[in-house]
């Protein structure tokens, strides 16, 4: 299933990246790091803030929030907003190059891979004059099985 992360290489990305930038390297964003690389799924700035919190990490929310933006902006987090949802996180190396398929009645995400998808980009960036990095697709549909599907259960 998920590609399994190495903490020790992302570390490193990560501190490479804050001396490039002339920022502080500090335990807490350290920490933030840490526990980022427990979750193996999608989470929510609001939700590693919780998590942290109950586990009696001191760090503050504005430290979570902005340790968060600096790792999306080195490209070690993948930042995604889903339907209405606030931004959802996780690490790029997780599970690289796939993409979210996206109920619109209950919310419920699946991520799939498809290499089609991949080697459209690359045509497209190809076409335009471009160098592809990364993509991000969303697909909207709806639970085929109502069995499966929280809203049509509900009903
Ligand atoms: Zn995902
Ligand atoms: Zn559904």
Redesign the pocket.
């Known amino acids: 299933m998920a590609a399994k992360t190495d903490i020790e290489t992302v570390k490193q990305t990560f501190s490479d990246y804050l001396r490039k930038m002339k920022y502080r390297s500090t335990p807490e964003r350290s920490r933030v790091l840490d526990r980022i690389a427990e979750y193996d799924r999608h989470f929510s700035a609001d939700e590693l803030y919780m998590h942290m919190n109950n586990l009696g990490d001191r760090v503050s929310r504005a430290t979570v929030y902005s340790t968060l933006d600096l790792l999306t902006q080195c490209n070690i987090l993948m930042k995604h907003r889903f339907q209405g949802e606030s931004a959802h996180f996780e690490l790029s190396s997780r599970m690289p190059n796939h993409d979210h398929l996206i ?1 619109t ?4 995400i699946v991520e799939f891979r498809e290499d089609q998808i991949k080697k459209i980009r690359n045509q497209v960036c190809d076409t335009l004059g471009f160098r592809p990095r990364t993509h991000s697709l969303q697909i909207f549909a ?2 085929h099985d109502p069995s ?5 259960q509900a009903e």
Do not use: D, I, P
């Not at 009645?105 to 419920?108: T, Y």
């Open positions: 109920c009645e209950c919310g419920r709806v639970c499966t599907c929280e809203y049509n």
